[in-house]
C-alpha cells in the first residue's frame, strides 16, 4: 500500500527558503506571487494491506522520525 505524507512548516514559522523563492520569483518578474511555502512530500510503501493499520503505523513514523511535531504539521494520504 502507497503511503504519501506531506509535510508542511506550521503557520507563523519562518520559511526562509520560501521567501528565497518568492524574492527569485519576483526578480524575474513574476511580482504577482507572494505567500510562498515549500514543503516535502514523502512516499512510502508499505507491506500492509489493512488501511487502518498502514495510518497507525504512518502516523508513528511521523512522530517518531519524520515530523518535527514542534515546527511541521504533516498530512497522510493512503
Known amino acids: 500500500m502507497q503511503i504519501i505524507i506531506n509535510i508542511s ?5 519562518l520559511d526562509p527558503q520560501g521567501k528565497a523563492v518568492e524574492k527569485a520569483l ?3 518578474g513574476f ?7 515549500i ?3 514523502i512516499k512510502l510503501e508499505l507491506d500492509q ?5 498502514a495510518l497507525e503505523e504512518a502516523k508513528k513514523m ?9 515546527i511541521e504539521d504533516y498530512e497522510i494520504v493512503l
Not at 512548516?9 to 514559522?13: E, F
Not at 511580482?31 to 511555502?37: A, F, L, M, P, R
Open 49 to 53: 494491506t489493512n488501511k487502518e493499520k
Open 62 to 70: 511521523c512522530e517518531e522520525l519524520l515530523v518535527n511535531c514542534v
Open 39 to 41: 514543503a516535502k512530500q
Open 26 to 28: 519576483h526578480a524575474l
Open 31 to 37: 511580482n504577482g506571487v507572494s505567500e510562498v511555502k
Open 9 to 13: 512548516l506550521k503557520n507563523g514559522v
